[in-house]
Structures are given as structure tokens and as C-alpha cells.
């Protein structure tokens, strides 16, 4: 089993406020990664880091921000949530880009 | 940058083998191509990755022609549980397309 970890799983939140979705790996990845996916939709990749003090935007522009200050630790913050936010977001790192990618759970967000 | 073509969906019963082909008629040099697997709710799943002829493992087979311009994930007697969508990606270690996963194809298996 994957060694990736995002919480919350589930998150319901009010209009405006600011949230911190959590993800960590113990495997000690360099590559780490966020994306965006709607139900039945397609997975969009809206961040991704190197490494430490690493961080590129994906294909999807997103208003979240992240940050890697350590190489476990990948969090997406939201500085004032909105309803076209709800969605299920996705980390996942792997040891290169082009090799195997391990996923979390995911958090799904709803934000009302 | 490699871009992937894939049919959208596929239908297949209990038993049978299932093919599913990858068109990536620009890949280059350097790019692996790789299969995922995601059901509803989860995140994909790492499957299989090739770079040419054939690779197989406990769960799938891909072939890939001599040309490389596509690949075919091939699932043995597939069951129910199999039902997911599946992305063909291609890429190199350097290269972040690796990691673009499109629509896929979603597969449902039928008794």
C-alpha cells in the first residue's frame, strides 16, 4: 500500500472561508502533485513541485495556492472558498515525473 | 509534448479479454508509456509501464508495436470488480506531461 495521506476525507465548508487541505507521503518523493476532479469528469493536474521550495501550476488554472517546505508534507490552501470550488482534490508523488505515481484517498470538498 | 488518443468508453462481459488501445502518434525518444486504473471516489492506480514490444505483469499485458505510436493494454478474463476508467499517459522523467491523464477510457464489465 501507498504510504500518502490527505485530510480531510470529506469537507463541507461555508462561502469565504479559508481551508488547508493536507497531504503527506513517508516515501520520501521528490515529485509531488495536486489534482482537481468532478465527478465522472476528467482528472485535471493544478499543481505540482520538484521538490523542497519547488511549486509549478498545472494545466488548469486554480485559485488554490501550495507549498513545499518539507519533502513529505504538500498542502493546497483555498484563501476564501467558493462554490465552484466543490470538487474532489487529489495528491499523489512519485520518485521521478515519468515513473509510478501513488495517490491518496483524496478530499472531497463541497463548499456551500 | 506527447498527446494520447483513446477510445471513450468500452463495454465487455464477465470472462472476456479486454483490449484498450492508446494512440500517441508523437511520442518521442525518451517517453515510457504508462497505464492507470481509477474507480469512483479513489485515486488512479499505477497498472503497468512499458517502453517498447511487450510487458506483462500479474494484473495486464501491454503491447507496444515497433513504431511506438500506440500501445494496447490488454486484461485477461476480466471480472466486474475491473469495471474502471482507464488513462494511458506518456512522458519521460523530465518531461510534466507525464502526469496529464485526460478523459481515459471508462470500461464497465457486465455478468
Known amino acids: 500500500e501507498a504510504d500518502i495521506y490527505q485530510t480531510p476525507r470529506y469537507l463541507v465548508i461555508g462561502t469565504g472561508k479559508k481551508i488547508t487541505l493536507e497531504c503527506s507521503q513517508t516515501?520520501?518523493?521528490?515529485?509531488m502533485y495536486w489534482y482537481q476532479q468532478d465527478p465522472g469528469m476528467e482528472l485535471h493536474l493544478i499543481h505540482y513541485?520538484?521538490?523542497?521550495?519547488?511549486?509549478e501550476k498545472g494545466d488548469l488554472s486554480s485559485e488554490s495556492t501550495v507549498s513545499r517546505i518539507r519533502t513529505e508534507h504538500f498542502p493546497l490552501t483555498l484563501e476564501s472558498a467558493r462554490p465552484s470550488h466543490t470538487s474532489q482534490y487529489l495528491c499523489?508523488?512519485?520518485?521521478?515525473?515519468?515513473?509510478?505515481?501513488?495517490f491518496g484517498q483524496g478530499t472531497r470538498l463541497t463548499v456551500v | 509534448l506527447a498527446k494520447t488518443t483513446q477510445p471513450i468508453s468500452m463495454d465487455s462481459y464477465e470472462g472476456q479479454e479486454v483490449n484498450i488501445t492508446c494512440s500517441h502518434n508523437n511520442i518521442a525518444t525518451n517517453d515510457y508509456i504508462t497505464w492507470y486504473q481509477q474507480f469512483p471516489s479513489q485515486g488512479p492506480r499505477f497498472i503497468i509501464q512499458?517502453?517498447?514490444t511487450k510487458v506483462t505483469n500479474e494484473v495486464a499485458s501491454l503491447f507496444i508495436p515497433a513504431d511506438r505510436k500506440s500501445s494496447t493494454l490488454s486484461l485477461p478474463r476480466v471480472s466486474l470488480s475491473d469495471t474502471a476508467v482507464y488513462y494511458c499517459l506518456v512522458g519521460d522523467s523530465n518531461s510534466g506531461y507525464a502526469l496529464n491523464f485526460g478523459k481515459g477510457t471508462s470500461l464497465l464489465v457486465t455478468p
Open positions: 512499458g517502453y517498447k
Open positions: 499523489a508523488s512519485s520518485e521521478r515525473l515519468g515513473t509510478e505515481a501513488f
Open positions: 513541485s520538484y521538490g523542497v521550495n519547488s511549486t
Open positions: 516515501m520520501g518523493h521528490d515529485k
